[in-house]
């Protein structure tokens, strides 16, 4: 295991945006929080498992993979 890295400056590292359905994001921190977790250790320990064995890790979340339509929708006209 790598060791644990410390906190980064948030003047250095932004943080990055995710909007994840708000039913999944309340059960998924219910469940975090049951088991003394929090979001953030959760998807840095997620980042270093990816790390750790790549093909493992993206198989199994293939089979959960919410995939999402990038950019932005057409304007309606008017």
Do not use: I, Y
């Amino acid at each position: 295991m790598t060791e644990k890295p410390k906190t980064t400056d948030r003047h250095r590292n932004p943080s990055m945006a995710l909007r994840p359905d708000p039913e999944l994001r309340e059960r998924g921190a219910k469940v975090l929080d049951d088991n003394n977790w929090n979001m953030t250790e959760f998807f840095e320990s997620c980042l270093e498992v990816l790390l750790q064995n790549p093909d493992a890790m993206l198989k199994r979340l293939g089979q959960v993979r919410r995939t999402r339509k990038k950019g932005r929708p057409p304007k309606p006209k008017t």
